[in-house]
């Protein structure tokens, strides 16, 4: 069975704690219990495997013993955060989706059967042929239909058997996010603690590292710049935390540094990951560093004329709505352009965020970072804007710890920023946020 050397674990931590949820503890032998009942309730719905189900969740007792349960089952396992904004019908539709299973406020099941309209897909196909679970993740869908990336979770969930450190970990990466998934399995294979969070606020999350003496935060640039904005550590005992892991974008260096400054006894580690391949191992030069290594057993690297090349024995099958993005050699290009020092990378922003002023690249990150070094900038957010001439200019958007006249802040702006950018990088136009442009994912929205 896909899960048997999962659930042989369970069986060993025996009382151990695996979830805190609600301030309650679930141990791994309750877990285990709430696993069965989950496959249960599967069996009674007849359900093949092979079938695609929607999972409308949180980090739970019953979202996770589900999750297994389907897994176990083989089923093709598209989760859904249940707080995030998104078509689930749509989603439903290009899934092939066969059930839709949402957990309720208090931990139950409502399970609605559904009818696919599309035809069979030959991934899915495919992989129910090979008798293996699966894994849709959808990407965030900005612009356009979401891409659903389908996966065999044979291969993409054999490296958590290589057994590594027990932890503490927050769950703050949402359920349907290639980093959740790798944050919950990497617990439990280890037989940590998965510490489920009720909000993102930074109030909460720092109240819960605190409670629960976390040791591990995995977490997103944006919120680590509210963190600080809010000061939601004073006051609290977050003594047990050791590693603060940050990815799913560009980490500003200011925010880093003063980042190391305030913990300076916590680790700070760089992570990537793609939906389509996983999550890759990292290592950060230091802890105030941008530069990275990424790569792993699994995983090939290289650069191409300054964009980042993958290729991995985890990737996903393919898309069940869009062409292989893959080439003849199994090679995906990422779009995160880069710069290279030997085996290190240091990441300079998406291909598609790049502003084009008059045939010149700016990487929104870059310019960020000057602001965000401003004594009054607590945010910035950097973006273009459409320009007859130029094609684009650069437009910059702060938060300010008091308030300064938008003239007076722009001379500032443009003074700082000539000082250590060129020309073409300068901010044209700078307004006055309200506050932080933060998306429900919690990465920047520009």
Request: hydrophobic share 45%.
């Amino acid at each position: 069975m896909p899960l048997a050397w999962l659930i042989e674990r369970f069986d060993q931590a025996g009382e151990a704690e695996a979830i805190v949820w609600r301030d309650r503890s679930i141990r791994y032998a309750e877990l285990r219990q709430r696993f069965e009942l989950a496959q249960a309730r599967l069996a009674e719905l007849e359900l093949e495997p092979g079938a695609p189900v929607i999972l409308d969740a949180d980090f739970s007792p019953a979202a996770i013993a589900m999750l297994l349960a389907a897994i176990q089952r083989r089923c093709v396992v598209v989760p859904v955060a249940a707080h995030v904004q998104a078509n689930r019908a749509e989603y439903a539709r290009i899934s092939r989706a066969q059930l839709h299973i949402r957990i309720s406020a208090d931990d139950d099941y409502t399970i609605e059967r559904l009818t696919p309209t599309d035809a069979p897909h030959p991934l899915l196909a495919q992989l129910a042929a090979r008798g293996h679970p699966g894994l849709v993740l959808f990407s965030s869908g900005s612009t356009g239909e979401p891409k659903a990336a389908l996966h065999d979770l044979t291969a993409l969930l054999g490296k958590y058997r290589v057994e590594r450190q027990q932890k503490r970990i927050i769950s703050f990466l949402l359920f349907d996010h290639i980093g959740g998934f790798n944050t919950l399995f990497y617990t439990l294979a280890n037989r940590g603690c998965v510490i489920a969070l009720e909000a993102r606020s930074p109030a909460a999350v720092c109240e819960a590292i605190a409670r629960h003496r976390a040791e591990v935060l995995p977490t997103s640039p944006t919120f680590l710049n509210l963190l600080l904005m809010s000061e939601a550590w004073v006051g609290r005992d977050l003594s047990s935390l050791t590693l603060i892991t940050y990815g799913t974008e560009m980490m500003p260096g200011p925010t880093l540094a003063r980042l190391h400054e305030l913990f300076p006894t916590v680790r700070l580690l760089q992570t990537y990951g793609l939906s389509e391949l996983g999550i890759l191992r990292s290592k950060s030069r230091s802890d105030d560093s941008l530069w990275v290594r990424v790569g792993g057993e699994d995983y090939e690297t290289r650069v191409v004329e300054g964009i980042l090349h993958i290729r991995a024995k985890s990737s996903m099958l393919g898309y069940l709505n869009a062409p292989s993005p893959f080439d003849a050699q199994g090679w995906f290009n990422t779009q995160d352009q880069v710069e290279v020092d030997g085996e290190w990378l240091r990441f300079l922003g998406r291909k598609s965020e790049i502003i084009n002023v008059g045939g010149e690249k700016v990487y929104p990150a870059e310019v960020e970072s000057v602001l965000l070094a401003l004594d009054n900038v607590i945010d910035a957010t950097v973006f273009g804007e459409a320009h007859p001439i130029t094609g684009n200019i650069v437009v910059a958007e702060l938060s300010l710890r008091e308030p300064v006249p938008r003239r007076e802040l722009a001379k500032l702006v443009r003074r700082a920023c000539r000082e250590q950018l060129a020309p073409y990088k300068v901010p044209v136009k700078v307004y006055i946020g309200q506050g932080s442009r933060v998306s429900e994912r919690f990465k920047k929205a520009r």
